[in-house]
């Protein structure tokens, strides 16, 4: 894990959409249970089945198939993106399956995605059908109103709707403004609930055991990590990235193998309600 930098080379992040980014790495390749023949057959799906696929979609590949197919072929289809709009008020979840290199902070910190390290960036919750409809309307018009997030109230996903059907009926709505974090490395890393996936990430957790065990035996090879430094093999276990990121988010300029897990753990549980971004330096700092 020592090394005397912490930048980490190939690190490439970019904005895709309003709502979707790249962190380090990502292609079609990365989704589990994908193959070409599913995706032409979501391509022939009308809209109708689109609405219907949304709303049971249980895989982050089918979920992926919905949002491709519609940004594919419904982008000027005013009535079946009102009816997105009438599916933002349901809350109704799914535990999705197969879910590598999706990444959802607020997932993320609940358990229910495990960070790989890199990925694709997704601010609305696609466990929610909610979540989803949003996504996919976000992406057809390019026009931002606002997240569902994990922790979206009754009236805000209320509000959202009726922002979407103005919207589509031609009113003047204002769009959302994300907050800017001034001078960030990688922007996204860089909001509060990201910021807390992380340290949840770097915890103990036998599932990215096995997922570093698989990748040592997979590319490299190997049973186990290599002991000298600066193998790339290092890059098998997500911490190597995640603690890279979590020093450049307090403006570490070198690792520091004093700060593990529980050292993270504690600076979160302390702290959380003390951290201000510092514009100029772009990195957290304690408030006094």
């Known amino acids: 894990m020592k090394r005397k930098t912490l930048v980490i080379l190939l690190l490439i992040s970019f904005n895709i959409c309003h709502s979707q980014r790249l962190l380090t790495s990502w292609s079609q390749q990365n989704i589990e249970n994908y193959t070409k023949e599913m995706y032409d057959e979501a391509q022939k799906l009308s809209s109708s089945q689109l609405l219907e696929k949304n709303l049971k979609d249980q895989y982050w590949s089918e979920v992926f198939l919905t949002l491709n197919a519609s940004v594919n072929n419904y982008t000027k289809d005013i009535d079946y993106q009102k009816s997105l709009a009438q599916q933002i008020t349901n809350t109704s979840e799914t535990k999705l399956k197969g879910?590598?290199?999706l990444i959802i902070w607020d997932r993320i910190s609940s358990?229910?995605?495990?960070?790989?390290?890199?990925?694709?960036?997704?601010?609305?919750?696609?466990?929610?059908?909610?979540?989803r409809a949003n996504q996919i309307?976000?992406?057809?018009?390019?026009?931002?109103f606002g997240f569902v997030t994990i922790n979206s109230s009754k009236k805000e996903l209320e509000d959202l709707k009726d922002k979407w059907l103005d919207y589509l009926d031609n009113k003047s709505v204002e769009e959302y403004k994300p907050i800017k974090l001034g001078n960030s490395k990688i922007p996204e890393i860089s909001s509060l609930s990201a910021f807390k996936a992380l340290i949840i990430s770097v915890q103990p957790n036998s599932k990215k055991d096995q997922l570093t065990k698989s990748c040592l035996k997979k590319i490299y090879k190997l049973d186990e990590m290599p002991k000298e430094k600066g193998s790339s093999a290092m890059y098998c276990n997500p911490d190597t990235y995640t603690y890279s990121y979590l020093a450049m988010l307090i403006?570490?300029?070198?690792?520091d193998?004093?700060?593990?897990?529980?050292?993270?753990?504690?600076?979160?549980?302390d702290n959380q309600n003390k951290l201000t971004w510092n514009s100029t330096k772009g990195y957290?700092?304690?408030?006094k």
Do not use: H, I, P
Request: net charge negative; hydrophobic share 40%; charged share 30%.
């Open 111 to 131: 358990g229910d995605v495990l960070f790989e390290g890199k990925g694709l960036v997704f601010e609305n919750d696609l466990f929610l059908v909610a979540g």
């Open 284 to 287: 957290y700092e304690v408030k």
């Open 137 to 144: 309307l976000q992406s057809l018009t390019k026009k931002n």
């Open 251 to 255: 403006g570490d300029e070198k690792f």
């Open 99 to 101: 879910t590598s290199r």
């Open 257 to 269: 193998e004093t700060k593990n897990a529980d050292w993270w753990m504690k600076f979160w549980n």
